[in-house]
């Protein structure tokens, strides 16, 4: 990485809010599923910038995952994408550019409770 994209990518982790979220969990990829409408537009904003940030590896399996796609994230997501993007791109990086939408859903959404209260309802 040279001298210019390791700066970029140091003030990017110093800029970033600072949430703990764990991109490998299922409640994670839930809520990025759920979400994917408001997450969807930040990544392919974002994809300009990979070849700046990420290593070669993490570069080559990020165009393998949105090959099928056209080189952008897909309108529907899914489960295998978003288990391989921690691989492909750093949590820092994925906590800068949607952590804020995930990091309130896990923390203010109840989606599971009302899953199941809607489906009671409906019974």
């Given at each position: 990485?040279?001298?210019?994209?390791?700066?970029?990518?140091?003030?990017?982790?110093?800029?970033?809010?600072?949430?703990?979220?764990?991109?490998?969990?299922?409640?994670?990829?839930?809520?990025?599923?759920?979400?994917?409408?408001q997450?969807?537009?930040?990544?392919?904003?974002?994809?300009?910038?990979?070849?700046?940030?990420?290593?070669?590896?993490?570069?080559?399996?990020?165009?393998?995952?949105?090959?099928?796609?056209?080189?952008?994230?897909?309108?529907?997501?899914?489960?295998?994408?978003?288990?391989?993007l921690?691989?492909?791109?750093?949590?820092?990086?994925?906590?800068?550019?949607?952590?804020?939408?995930?990091?309130?859903?896990?923390?203010?959404h109840?989606?599971?409770?009302?899953?199941?209260?809607?489906?009671?309802?409906?019974?």
């Amino acid at each position: 990485m040279g001298f210019l994209s390791t700066l970029s990518a140091a003030v990017s982790i110093a800029t970033s809010e600072n949430y703990d979220i764990n991109w490998e969990n299922e409640a994670t990829v839930k809520a990025t599923k759920i979400h994917w409408d408001q997450v969807r537009p930040k990544a392919n904003d974002a994809l300009p910038l990979a070849s700046l940030r990420l290593t070669k590896e993490q570069k080559k399996l990020l165009d393998e995952l949105l090959k099928p796609s056209g080189g952008e994230f897909p309108e529907k997501i899914t489960d295998e994408l978003l288990h391989q993007l921690p691989k492909a791109i750093p949590p820092a990086s994925l906590n800068r550019i949607i952590g804020s939408v995930i990091d309130d859903c896990l923390k203010n959404h109840k989606h599971d409770e009302e899953n199941k209260e809607e489906a009671e309802n409906k019974a």
